[in-house]
């Protein structure tokens, strides 16, 4: 089973790397930057707010969290 999870691993990553580098190659227009602009905020805001759970976790010796 663990052979299996990381062949499609494997496959999931050699196939973002392809992705990637065809759109190095041939870069997509980009019609609306302000949409790429929200997405990278709400990410980092949903990072941040995730770290914070998980420091309050610790605080509270989860052990969950600790593993």
């Known amino acids: 089973m663990v052979g ?6 494997a496959a999931v990553c050699l196939t973002a790397i392809a992705y990637a580098v065809r759109d190095l190659i041939h870069p997509d ?6 949409l790429i602009i929200i997405y990278s905020l709400a990410s980092f805001v949903i990072c941040r707010l995730r770290r914070l759970h998980e420091a309050r976790g610790r605080r509270a010796a ?6």
């Open 4 to 9: 299996l999870e990381g062949t499609l691993v």
């Open 29 to 34: 227009p980009v019609d609306d930057p302000n």
């Open 62 to 67: 989860s052990q969950l969290v600790l593993a």
